[in-house]
């Protein structure tokens, strides 16, 4: 199978333009005849070694652009530049790879950028750089062109590769590991340096007569590239290392992380509330895996050791308490006696004395009188391996309940486990034969009494030693060792698993549990992971955002199309700890990496909430309203004085109501639902709380649902139609609008350069001038260049041009305005297009009503957290509704409590409307009888202001609105169903 790309995902679209539009300003690429031209003015410049990448624009042209695009990416705008390094953040899963790669492509595109280095921090990104690379390849030729591109790994052996770099004429994209140039960077002045210090510097600094008695370094340098850093917070950690990558002489530096420790120059943020919320990634749910009432024997674990005032060690152990024994976490020093510690449990009374704490990073342990001992991690007297058993059994059932609830729909089914010893899976005899360690049996065990159960029998047509497997790097005889993930053995695992991508994800392939070594997390993932499991026997000092993120991927189906159904997009973790220490702990994690503190609601927090005013129309309430609501609710209880959230605002309390003022009652769901984004646990769902809901076939078979199904169970095809005319006219009008186009201007920067034994380091600016670059004398063939970007006629953009009035802009910068024109003429096709789209029903072709039934015999699994249980039990096919927010919760009640509405129903995912910007699903459908019997589509949102929700929201709702009047069924948007006339 091959993996597909979707080009028109709005959020990534953004990422890209936040990148590209830094550079507004600057020459755009030239072609055919103004080649030449493109070289001296244009984003490439003629050098001794070979063609440069060249950036014409001065600091405060770099400025402005960025404040502007800080701007519309609502992040504070800077005051100053801070260099020329620009940071991106986007959330793990989110495409963040697949974005850089297309980014390099859009600034070869627009300002003829041609040269490239990703710097990536260690082999397991590398690795997967170079797969995206080779996976995407097909999709971008058909994107840009087939324009032709070279990638390659840096390599000391292949210096050939660095001189075509420079040299070459088409786009060149070099992945270099920070280590493999770090230590070339010298930690004091070169001309202090001995001779034997500068032989230990690098090939890539050494004089090479391959090259011509050139440095390597000297053509990398030569060539300006841009320089994208694959998690900056890795790679530029150290001074040395921010020397290294300044000593590439980029032309800007592009950072890529979603987990910056410093984003200098942010232009786009993507964090993981944001990604989450939008349903970028899969909803995380936690399976909790606990011992209970084991209080026979001294139980004692090591948690973590400090040594930051005095040595110290923190335990868990069992302790008496009025209420009886129950698990306790405590600090514990040298000499403490755990049988005081421990409420004097006489388990504890023999050999439980603190005789020694080592806080060594690696080796950290905690050692007791008559010599027992604890590493991190471990402990004694517990039911350690009963909890991993159970672990792997729950993972095996999650699994199975998964393989059922999609068999038939394309989409292979994984689960990773994470293992901290090869031993507890694979046991290597002396004879040279393998078997299985502990965990192998117990997985074994757990699929065969599981898979025997009616309910899962034959789900899998493989026998169980075909589906699990292992990817653990190897010994030079072969046999799986544990390693630390960063060795040089790890680097054929890390290769292993990046080209198994795709058989992995094929149905057809049986291996369907991976165990993986639990140092082999960094840097990898695979969108078909639904389960991860980790079993270590000592402390994993991983956090569970490394953890999640090998799963967080939206998945793929066997056609490798991304799946966006949110009832299947669920990622579920085992863990041996409770589902509020999970949630907390993730909470802390996002709260240090991001800067989001949740649980608290600012003070403005409702600023762009809209009502209606005395006019009808829809307005935003601003800050200070925002201030007035805030207070309210810190008077009524609902927050605390510093905005933290209270219990007495508790909306999953069926019966809570939040107080609103006087005059806000009709935005009190989208009130609820803000307040509610700032509670992390609501992103993190208990999987123990979710129950199948029941499916009411009466419902179903009543003359009122069968009417409504058959009004609006048909498919139909779209077609657009509009007037020339039309067209010319909304492009003249857009053109008319585009500020005045200016020459290109070049600026000129002068820098000192060291020359010495260990290569050229380009370290001070000496002074800098800007100045315009007279007209263009050869001019490109623009109505070619149109005609490819819009796929209109010559003669229709012929005329548009000609009535524009403004072709003498045109030899002022070429490029700049056919750019400009693009994208004027191209807004209005968009507008027309929308407005012109027409639906028509497909004879023969409907939604079966059928199928609503079959996904019920499955089983329909949801989540108690978003559940609103249906009082008139006759009024829906189901016992209970899933919401996604307040909004709807209110709508289903309102729905359910109506004496008017007979029955109503909230439409499948599968319900879908095709149009030109992907599918849309709506929301709800329903029959209503007053004076006569009435049925409605409709969507529910928080605002009806247009303006206030997302552009491709408000055009897939032009187009549902479309297709439901070639079908003759009511459709319309509203917040509430007041809003319904019935």
Same mark, same amino acid.
């Given at each position: 199978?091959?993996?597909?790309?979707?080009?028109?995902?709005?959020?990534?679209?953004?990422?890209?333009?936040?990148?590209?539009?830094?550079?507004?300003?600057?020459?755009?690429?030239? /072609?055919?005849?103004?080649?030449?031209?493109?070289?001296?003015?244009?984003?490439?410049?003629?050098?001794?070694?070979?063609?440069?990448?060249?950036?014409?624009?001065?600091?405060?042209?770099?400025?402005?652009?960025?404040?502007?695009?800080?701007?519309?990416?609502?992040?504070?705008? %800077?005051?100053?530049?801070?260099?020329?390094?620009?940071?991106?953040?986007?959330?793990?899963?989110?495409?963040?790879?697949?974005? $850089?790669?297309?980014? &390099?492509?859009?600034?070869?595109?627009?300002?003829?950028?041609?040269?490239?280095?990703?710097?990536?921090?260690?082999?397991?990104?590398?690795?997967?750089?170079?797969?995206?690379?080779?996976?995407?390849?097909?999709?971008?030729?058909?994107? $840009?062109?087939?324009?032709?591109?070279?990638?390659?790994?840096?390599?000391?052996?292949?210096?050939?590769?660095?001189?075509?770099?420079?040299?070459?004429?088409? &786009?060149?994209?070099?992945?270099?590991?920070?280590?493999?140039?770090?230590?070339?960077?010298?930690?004091?002045?070169?001309?202090?340096?001995?001779?034997?210090?500068?032989?230990?510097?690098?090939?890539?600094?050494?004089?090479?007569?391959?090259?011509?008695?050139?440095?390597?370094?000297?053509?990398?340098? #030569?060539?300006?590239?841009?320089?994208?850093?694959?998690?900056?917070?890795?790679?530029?950690?150290?001074?040395?290392?921010?020397? %290294?990558?300044?000593?590439?002489?980029?032309?800007?530096?592009?950072?890529?992380?979603?987990?910056?420790?410093?984003?200098?120059?942010?232009?786009?943020?993507?964090?993981?509330?944001?990604?989450?919320?939008?349903?970028?990634?899969?909803?995380?749910?936690?399976?909790?895996?606990?011992?209970?009432?084991?209080?026979?024997?001294?139980?004692?674990?090591?948690?973590?050791?400090?040594?930051?005032?005095?040595?110290?060690?923190?335990?868990?152990?069992?302790?008496?308490?009025?209420?009886?024994?129950?698990?306790?976490?405590?600090?514990?020093?040298?000499?403490?006696?755990?049988?005081?510690?421990?409420?004097? *449990?006489?388990?504890?009374?023999?050999?439980?004395?603190?005789?020694?704490?080592?806080?060594?990073?690696?080796?950290?342990?905690?050692?007791?009188?008559?010599? *027992?001992?604890?590493?991190?991690?471990?402990?004694?007297?517990?039911?350690?391996?009963?909890?991993?058993?159970?672990?792997?059994?729950?993972?095996?059932?999650?699994?199975?309940?998964?393989?059922?609830?999609?068999?038939?729909?394309?989409?292979?089914?994984?689960?990773?486990?994470?293992?901290? *010893?090869? %031993?507890? $899976? !694979?046991?290597?005899?002396?004879?040279?034969?393998?078997?299985?360690?502990?965990?192998?049996?117990?997985?074994?065990?757990?699929?065969?009494?599981?898979? #025997?159960?009616?309910?899962?029998?034959?789900?899998?047509?493989?026998?169980? /030693?075909? =589906?699990?497997?292992?990817?653990?790097?190897?010994?030079?005889?072969?046999?799986?060792?544990?390693?630390?993930?960063?060795?040089?053995?790890?680097?054929?695992?890390?290769?292993? &698993?990046?080209?198994?991508?795709?058989?992995?994800?094929? @149905?057809?392939?049986?291996?369907?549990?991976?165990?993986?070594?639990?140092?082999?997390?960094?840097?990898?993932?695979?969108?078909?992971?639904?389960?991860?499991?980790?079993?270590?026997?000592?402390?994993?000092?991983?956090?569970?955002?490394?953890?999640?993120?090998?799963?967080?991927?939206?998945?793929?189906?066997?056609?490798?199309?991304?799946?966006?159904?949110?009832?299947?997009?669920? =990622?579920?973790?085992?863990?041996?700890?409770? $589902?509020?220490?999970?949630?907390?702990?993730?909470?802390?994690?996002?709260?240090?990496?991001?800067?989001?503190?949740?649980?608290?609601?600012?003070?403005?927090?409702?600023?762009?909430?809209?009502?209606?005013?005395?006019?009808?129309?829809?307005?935003?309430?601003?800050?200070?309203?925002?201030?007035?609501?805030?207070?309210?609710?810190?008077?009524?209880?609902?927050?605390?004085?510093?905005?933290?959230?209270?219990?007495?605002?508790?909306?999953?309390?069926?019966?809570?109501?939040?107080?609103?003022?006087?005059?806000?009652?009709?935005?009190? %769901?989208?009130?609820?639902?803000?307040?509610?984004?700032?509670?992390?646990?609501?992103?993190?769902?208990?999987?123990?709380?979710?129950?199948?809901?029941?499916?009411?076939?009466?419902?179903?078979?009543?003359?009122?649902?069968?009417?409504?199904?058959?009004?609006?169970?048909?498919?139909? *095809?779209?077609?657009?139609?509009?007037? /020339?005319?039309?067209?010319?006219?909304?492009?003249?009008?857009?053109?008319?609008? &585009?500020?005045?186009?200016?020459?290109?201007?070049?600026?000129?920067?002068?820098?000192?350069?060291?020359?010495?034994?260990?290569?050229?380091?380009?370290?001070?600016?000496?002074?800098?001038?800007?100045?315009?670059?007279?007209?263009?004398?050869?001019?490109?063939?623009?109505?070619?260049?149109?005609?490819?970007?819009?796929?209109?006629?010559?003669?229709?953009?012929?005329?548009?041009?000609?009535?524009?009035?403004?072709?003498?802009?045109?030899?002022?910068? @070429?490029?700049?305005?056919?750019?400009?024109?693009?994208? #004027?003429?191209?807004?209005? =096709?968009?507008?027309?297009?929308?407005?012109?789209? !027409?639906?028509?029903?497909?004879?023969?072709?409907?939604?079966?009503?059928?199928?609503?039934?079959?996904?019920?015999?499955?089983?329909?699994?949801?989540?108690?957290?978003?559940?609103?249980?249906?009082?008139?039990?006759?009024?829906?096919?189901?016992?209970?509704?899933?919401?996604?927010?307040?909004?709807?919760?209110?709508?289903?009640?309102?729905?359910?409590?109506?004496?008017?509405?007979?029955?109503?129903?909230?439409?499948?995912?599968?319900?879908?409307?095709?149009? @030109?910007?992907? @599918?849309?699903?709506?929301?709800?459908?329903?029959?209503?009888?007053?004076?006569?019997?009435?049925?409605?589509?409709?969507?529910?949102?928080?605002?009806?202001?247009?303006?206030?929700?997302?552009?491709?929201?408000?055009?897939?709702?032009?187009?549902?609105?479309?297709?439901?009047?070639?079908?003759?069924?009511?459709?319309?948007?509203?917040?509430?169903?007041?809003?319904?006339?019935?």
């Amino acid at each position: 199978m091959k993996l597909k790309f979707d080009p028109t995902l709005e959020y990534q679209a953004h990422a890209i333009s936040a990148v590209t539009d830094i550079f507004e300003g600057q020459p755009f690429a030239q /072609t055919g005849a103004a080649a030449f031209q493109a070289i001296q003015i244009g984003g490439l410049f003629q050098t001794e070694l070979g063609l440069a990448n060249r950036l014409v624009l001065p600091d405060d042209v770099l400025l402005k652009n960025l404040r502007a695009i800080q701007d519309r990416n609502d992040i504070e705008m %800077a005051e100053a530049l801070q260099g020329r390094d620009f940071s991106i953040e986007m959330e793990t899963g989110t495409g963040k790879t697949y974005v $850089y790669l297309r980014t &390099i492509f859009e600034l070869n595109k627009l300002y003829g950028f041609k040269k490239f280095i990703i710097v990536v921090p260690s082999v397991a990104i590398r690795e997967g750089v170079l797969k995206s690379i080779e996976v995407t390849k097909a999709h971008f030729q058909t994107l $840009y062109d087939k324009v032709p591109f070279d990638h390659f790994e840096y390599d000391s052996k292949r210096l050939g590769k660095v001189r075509q770099f420079a040299s070459g004429n088409q &786009i060149q994209i070099m992945i270099i590991n920070i280590d493999s140039f770090r230590k070339d960077v010298a930690d004091k002045d070169l001309s202090e340096m001995t001779e034997e210090e500068l032989k230990k510097l690098n090939v890539i600094n050494r004089e090479n007569d391959r090259m011509s008695g050139r440095r390597p370094i000297e053509f990398i340098q #030569a060539a300006n590239p841009v320089v994208i850093i694959d998690e900056p917070q890795s790679v530029v950690s150290t001074d040395k290392a921010r020397r %290294a990558i300044a000593n590439l002489n980029p032309l800007v530096t592009l950072r890529y992380s979603a987990t910056h420790r410093e984003a200098p120059n942010l232009v786009y943020r993507l964090d993981p509330i944001q990604a989450y919320d939008l349903r970028l990634v899969k909803r995380i749910e936690v399976a909790s895996i606990r011992e209970e009432n084991s209080f026979n024997d001294a139980f004692v674990k090591l948690i973590k050791t400090d040594n930051k005032n005095g040595i110290k060690a923190q335990i868990e152990l069992h302790a008496d308490g009025p209420t009886g024994s129950k698990a306790k976490k405590l600090w514990v020093k040298q000499g403490d006696d755990l049988f005081i510690k421990s409420g004097e *449990r006489e388990a504890y009374r023999d050999g439980y004395i603190v005789q020694n704490i080592d806080c060594t990073p690696g080796s950290e342990y905690i050692e007791f009188n008559q010599g *027992r001992f604890l590493e991190l991690g471990q402990e004694v007297g517990g039911l350690g391996d009963e909890v991993m058993r159970a672990q792997v059994r729950e993972t095996v059932e999650q699994h199975l309940k998964k393989e059922r609830a999609l068999r038939g729909k394309g989409i292979k089914v994984l689960s990773l486990f994470f293992i901290d *010893r090869v %031993a507890n $899976y !694979r046991v290597y005899n002396e004879d040279g034969s393998t078997s299985l360690g502990k965990i192998g049996q117990w997985f074994e065990e757990a699929y065969a009494e599981l898979s #025997a159960k009616p309910i899962y029998k034959g789900l899998v047509p493989f026998p169980v /030693t075909a =589906l699990h497997g292992g990817y653990f790097s190897q010994d030079k005889k072969g046999q799986a060792k544990d390693t630390s993930g960063t060795t040089k053995d790890d680097e054929d695992t890390y290769s292993l &698993i990046m080209r198994d991508k795709e058989r992995l994800l094929d @149905p057809a392939e049986p291996l369907r549990f991976i165990f993986s070594h639990s140092a082999l997390r960094e840097g990898w993932d695979n969108p078909n992971v639904f389960q991860i499991c980790t079993l270590n026997e000592t402390q994993s000092v991983d956090k569970k955002r490394q953890e999640i993120g090998r799963g967080l991927r939206l998945p793929v189906n066997s056609d490798g199309e991304r799946i966006h159904d949110e009832t299947v997009n669920r =990622l579920t973790v085992i863990a041996n700890e409770s $589902y509020d220490e999970f949630a907390r702990t993730l909470q802390t994690e996002f709260e240090e990496d991001v800067g989001v503190k949740f649980g608290i609601v600012d003070r403005i927090a409702f600023a762009r909430i809209v009502r209606p005013n005395d006019k009808g129309e829809d307005i935003a309430l601003g800050q200070d309203q925002s201030t007035k609501l805030w207070q309210h609710f810190v008077a009524e209880g609902y927050l605390a004085e510093d905005g933290t959230i209270l219990n007495k605002f508790d909306p999953k309390n069926p019966h809570f109501e939040l107080n609103v003022p006087e005059g806000f009652e009709a935005i009190r %769901a989208s009130l609820v639902d803000e307040i509610s984004r700032k509670i992390f646990k609501n992103r993190v769902a208990n999987a123990r709380e979710r129950r199948e809901l029941k499916f009411r076939k009466e419902v179903q078979l009543s003359e009122e649902f069968r009417e409504l199904w058959e009004r609006i169970k048909h498919r139909t *095809r779209y077609r657009v139609e509009f007037k /020339t005319a039309d067209l010319v006219a909304r492009a003249l009008k857009r053109i008319a609008a &585009i500020e005045p186009i200016r020459a290109p201007r070049i600026s000129t920067t002068v820098v000192g350069v060291d020359i010495s034994e260990a290569g050229v380091s380009v370290d001070r600016q000496l002074a800098s001038r800007t100045e315009e670059i007279a007209s263009a004398t050869v001019l490109p063939d623009i109505l070619g260049f149109l005609q490819k970007e819009t796929e209109l006629t010559r003669h229709t953009l012929a005329s548009i041009l000609k009535q524009s009035g403004r072709l003498n802009e045109f030899k002022v910068n @070429p490029q700049a305005f056919m750019a400009l024109v693009a994208d #004027a003429i191209g807004r209005a =096709l968009h507008d027309l297009m929308l407005e012109g789209i !027409r639906y028509d029903k497909v004879p023969e072709q409907a939604w079966e009503m059928s199928r609503i039934e079959q996904e019920a015999e499955k089983g329909i699994v949801r989540y108690l957290s978003n559940l609103y249980d249906v009082q008139n039990r006759e009024k829906s096919l189901f016992d209970a509704i899933e919401y996604e927010s307040e909004t709807e919760r209110q709508f289903a009640a309102d729905l359910d409590n109506n004496e008017h509405v007979r029955m109503f129903v909230k439409l499948p995912s599968w319900f879908k409307i095709d149009t @030109p910007i992907g @599918p849309y699903n709506p929301d709800w459908a329903f029959v209503t009888e007053n004076d006569e019997r009435l049925y409605f589509v409709r969507e529910t949102k928080s605002t009806l202001n247009s303006d206030e929700r997302r552009t491709k929201e408000n055009q897939k709702i032009v187009c549902g609105r479309r297709h439901f009047e070639a079908l003759d069924v009511d459709f319309d948007v509203v917040t509430k169903l007041a809003d319904v006339n019935f």
